[in-house]
């Protein structure tokens, strides 16, 4: 069940996380064609203004007219701009880019407060993710469109047009690449890019150019920063090694699994009689019940199972991991969401978000064991879900 990282939900058992950007990226456009040179690079060109509706018929006629022509690539503003498709090869970060990869999580993840996110200076911001790796942090500002990333990255960027829509513009000052929309006032796929002391500034998701260039107008550069909060806890902490899949500090098992599900195949069945994988509860809240078992293959052998327990007719459903082998997870987190303690006499680690950005109960519960690791979440109540982890196979 290998999970194409971002733009779905996370697995329940992140509870409190804000899940992905469902429109975190445009760069879903087919590529199509041989990518440009660099050397067709565009010359600046006026603003385009919005186009007389067109028909669905003559709208989709454009986007693949659009999608035909190769894509740009070069200098432009003193940003190196790359073709989607060549952009994660080179290995440039998803970060840095609007990538459909590019994993976004709430800014709690990284212990960024409301404070320090400058939300003041971006008028309507209804939502804000924060992606970061091992050499990059980008900030993104969401809400009615256009929307708006900081990055602390190189200023290069991955660009999805062609040669006709790229050109550049002067903005209070400083020279930006512009990347028209396909179709003015009806496709939003515009882009301004800024090169600035921080990194780089992208408006995305404009419907025009001019809408682009505004939202730009009304920022002063200078003055935005990238606030980096806290990195992930990666290594061991109370018995379990906790990893982040993003950087290669602290290396992820040969079979991965954490917060983005089991990243193998999972069969239908159950472990072999006798095998720690099976699942028996002395416990369960009034209503729930344990649902069908899948294995998780490795190499062709049997490493995990994945357990339902579901209430009838309910939504607060928990997911049940157990793993035999190497005692560890994957963590996209701070410090601040993690706390040891004790479960069924074993070393256990519950992971929550900070008491500051609580808004619902429930979170993880890590249970180190003899064969491995038990990681049990949901939106039950800690106390809750722990009184069941203490009531699996014991």
């Not at 040179?37 to 060109?45: E, H």
């Not at 602290?250 to 079979?255: D, L």
């Not at 579901?310 to 035999?324: H, P």
Request: proline share 7%.
């Amino acid at each position: 069940m290998k999970d194409k990282r971002p733009c779905v939900v996370l697995l329940a058992a992140v509870a409190g996380v804000m899940g992905l950007l469902a429109a975190c990226g445009d760069d879903a456009s087919p590529v199509v064609s041989p990518t440009a040179s660099a050397a067709a690079s565009p010359t600046v060109v006026a603003t385009a203004r919005p186009s007389p509706a067109l028909s669905a018929e003559e709208y989709d006629q454009t986007l693949k007219a659009d999608w035909a022509k190769p894509r740009f690539e070069g200098s432009l503003a003193g940003i190196e701009l790359v073709s989607g498709e060549h952009w994660a090869a080179q290995g440039n970060s998803a970060c840095a880019s609007r990538s459909l990869e590019a994993p976004y999580y709430g800014p709690e993840a990284f212990s960024l407060r409301p404070a320090e996110l400058q939300l003041a200076l971006f008028g309507k911001v209804t939502f804000t993710r924060v992606c970061k790796d091992a050499s990059v942090t980008a900030i993104l500002y969401g809400g009615d469109a256009p929307t708006v990333i900081l990055t602390d990255s190189p200023q290069n960027w991955s660009i999805n047009a062609p040669a006709d829509r790229v050109s550049t513009v002067t903005v209070k000052g400083r020279t930006a690449v512009l990347v028209s929309p396909i179709v003015p006032g009806q496709s939003q796929d515009g882009e301004l890019l800024i090169a600035a002391p921080f990194g780089l500034l992208v408006i995305f998701r404009a419907p025009t150019a001019e809408a682009a260039i505004g939202v730009a107008e009304a920022l002063d550069v200078d003055s935005l920063t990238v606030p980096k909060g806290k990195e992930p806890l990666t290594g061991m902490f109370n018995g379990i090694r906790f990893y982040d899949r993003e950087n290669s500090i602290e290396p992820a098992p040969a079979c991965k699994n954490g917060g983005y599900g089991i990243e193998s195949p999972t069969v239908p069945a159950a472990a072999s009689p006798g095998s720690p994988l099976n699942v028996a509860a002395s416990y369960l809240p009034a209503g729930y019940s344990l649902q069908t078992s899948r294995v998780v293959l490795c190499g062709g052998s049997v490493y995990a199972s994945v357990t339902d327990i579901s209430k009838l007719g309910g939504s607060a459903n928990l997911y049940l991991v157990r793993i035999e082998g190497e005692t560890a997870w994957d963590s996209a987190f701070s410090e601040d969401w993690y706390t040891a303690t004790t479960i069924a006499g074993r070393p256990a680690v519950i992971r929550q978000a900070p008491e500051w950005a609580r808004t619902e109960p429930g979170g993880d519960v890590l249970v180190k064991e003899d064969f491995g690791l038990t990681m049990l979440a949901g939106s039950l109540s800690i106390d809750e879900l722990t009184r069941v982890a203490a009531a699996l196979n014991r």
